[in-house]
């Protein structure tokens, strides 16, 4: 199993400076120590470690490498470019925007403001559509991932299943150039196919079918979306967070046509909210052509991934 690191407690114990001290600010202790102040004071909840993220991203070096580096100065022009990352970030921009990357499934991953930043949570669905495949034996599978984004559940599945032939769909445009390079740049864009449209629109229902569906859809309840933390509300795409009034919009278009694109015995992996399980279950049971088989709980304890099996003893 692949997991994403829980958030590292901070290299460097830096002193208390004041915000507006940056001019005599030298080293990268220093410079640590003055961004982790002003993210304090800007309400961050981990305010050295993206302070160390941050200085590490403007110097193009590790995280790691700040440790061996404390007392080594710094350039005017590189105080210059941190103090710029610095404001965005008391702006509440996530971090993985302003560096443009985000790690998953122990892959690197290029993001922008265009597609929702990756969550070791989802992590969850990758790791059981491979239990899945691996329990069937099946060498080849055909796998569609909709609501790709960033690529991210399909290239993960990419580089674990070299014989797959997977297709990537997402409604939004803007996010298709960015899921295709992070799939070259994991030698795993010859075997994705990426296309624009929403739910099932690129494909058609016949033959042959998908063995697998994998989701990671919109799931929040619109009236919620607005008390969510600013690097949520303010900065990642609306469109793949509001899932309806209920955030159960999507899970019923879903599973009212997937029977119609997965294979007898198939399987769809999807992602739900918080106490979101029960409901989109209730909904699963509205199509007969599907089995409720499963449930997964992500690394908190909270019920992450459902897995719903097309029955193979029902007319297409």
């Given at each position: 199993m692949k997991t994403t690191q829980t958030r590292p407690t901070p290299l460097v114990p830096p002193p208390r400076l004041q915000p507006d001290s940056l001019s005599r600010v030298e080293t990268i202790a220093q410079l640590v120590a003055w961004a982790a102040d002003r993210f304090k004071t800007a309400g961050i909840d981990t305010p050295h470690l993206d302070a160390e993220v941050l200085l590490a991203h403007t110097l193009h070096i590790s995280r790691s490498c700040l440790?061996?580096?404390?007392?080594?100065a710094v350039s005017d022009?590189?105080?210059?470019?941190?103090?710029?990352n610095v404001v965005r970030r008391t702006k509440r921009e996530?971090?993985?925007?302003?560096?443009?990357?985000?790690?998953?499934?122990s892959l690197d991953f290029q993001v922008n403001p265009g597609v929702l930043i990756p969550r070791p949570d989802t992590e969850i669905v990758v790791e059981t559509a491979l239990r899945l495949l691996a329990s069937s034996r099946i060498t080849a599978p055909r796998i569609l991932d909709i609501g790709t984004g960033s690529g991210c559940i399909a290239v993960a599945l990419a580089t674990e299943l070299p014989h797959a032939q997977i297709w990537a769909i997402d409604k939004t445009q803007v996010s298709l150039p960015l899921a295709q390079k992070n799939a070259h740049a994991h030698r795993v864009g010859q075997r994705?196919?990426?296309?624009?449209?929403?739910?099932?629109?690129?494909?058609q229902p016949s033959?042959?079918?998908?063995?697998?569906?994998?989701?990671?859809?919109?799931?929040?309840?619109?009236?919620?979306?607005?008390?969510?933390?600013?690097?949520?509300?303010?900065?990642?795409?609306?469109?793949?967070?509001?899932?309806g009034a209920d955030g159960l919009d999507f899970y019923g278009r879903l599973l009212y046509d997937c029977p119609d694109y997965i294979r007898p015995g198939g399987w769809l992996v999807a992602e739900v909210g918080d106490r979101q399980k029960d409901a989109v279950v209730q909904l699963g049971h509205k199509q007969r052509?599907?089995?409720?088989?499963m449930y997964r709980q992500d690394y908190a304890g909270r019920d992450r991934v459902v897995v719903f099996q097309k029955a193979a003893d029902v007319e297409q």
């Open positions: 440790y061996s580096r404390l007392q080594e022009s590189q105080k210059t470019n941190f103090q710029q996530p971090v993985a925007y302003i560096t443009g990357r985000q790690e998953f499934w994705i196919t990426f296309a624009c449209g929403d739910l099932f629109g690129p494909v033959a042959p079918f998908f063995d697998l569906l994998v989701t990671n859809p919109p799931y929040i309840a619109s009236p919620v979306l607005d008390t969510l933390q600013p690097e949520v509300r303010l900065w990642e795409p609306r469109a793949a967070l509001d899932g052509r599907l089995r409720f088989q």
